[in-house]
């Protein structure tokens, strides 16, 4: 008696297409026909964007991925491998964090660049912008409480249940235009 050889099946026509496209790189040919529903298929490229069920899409390095509103926050905190201007690979100590969170650069290319802002003699005048950056930046910082400070609720309970009334006063509007036009003074001031 004949033992019947596992070797011996055939292949449907389906399956040989199959593999004749995943082998010739057409993966997404079609191999059948089907009835029914069919969704509306749009093919897009690295870097596209698109929206698609309320979502806002995209494709990185072959990668379908949703675009977040926090991918730009993301970009700001996470360290490169390299360095954008000199492409050399950054290390992760502190010095690079700080320097390319201020410059979007590394250590060594601030230094060069201060290097020689300080031979062409340009260097009070970068120094002094750079401290007006940080000086307008806090002065924003300070207009935020300031407005929280001046905006919020009057009233407040004590930890006996009781409901205490601290309403704003003319006091406290005047004092607040006042704080408000020595901020307008410090932020055209320039060092």
């Keep these: 008696m004949a033992k019947e050889s596992n070797l011996k099946k055939e292949f449907a026509q389906k399956d040989v297409s199959r593999m004749r496209n995943l082998l010739t790189g057409k993966t997404g040919d079609r191999i059948g026909i089907q009835s029914g529903y069919e969704k509306s298929r749009q093919d897009h490229k690295e870097g596209d964007e698109w ?90 910082d300070f207009e935020l409480a300031l407005e929280s400070w001046i905006n919020e609720k009057d009233s407040f309970v004590s930890e006996d249940g009781v409901v205490e009334s601290w309403s704003n006063t003319n006091n406290d509007k005047e004092i607040y235009k006042e704080i408000k036009e020595r901020v307008k003074k410090l932020k055209e001031e320039k060092i």
Excluded at 51 to 75: A, C, H, M, P, Y
Excluded at 77 to 101: D, F, G, T, W
């Design 51 to 140: 929206e698609e069920n309320g979502k806002l899409w995209t494709i990185k390095n072959g990668i379908k991925q949703t675009v977040t509103k926090f991918d730009s926050l993301k970009r700001l905190v996470n360290l490169p491998y390299k360095c954008p201007s000199c492409n050399n690979p950054m290390s992760l100590n502190e010095i690079n964090k700080k320097m390319y969170s201020i410059h979007n650069e590394c250590f060594e290319c601030v230094i060069q660049r201060e290097t020689k802002l300080k031979i062409e003699g340009k260097y009070s005048g970068y120094e002094n912008n750079m401290l007006n950056l940080n000086k307008d930046s806090l002065l924003e």
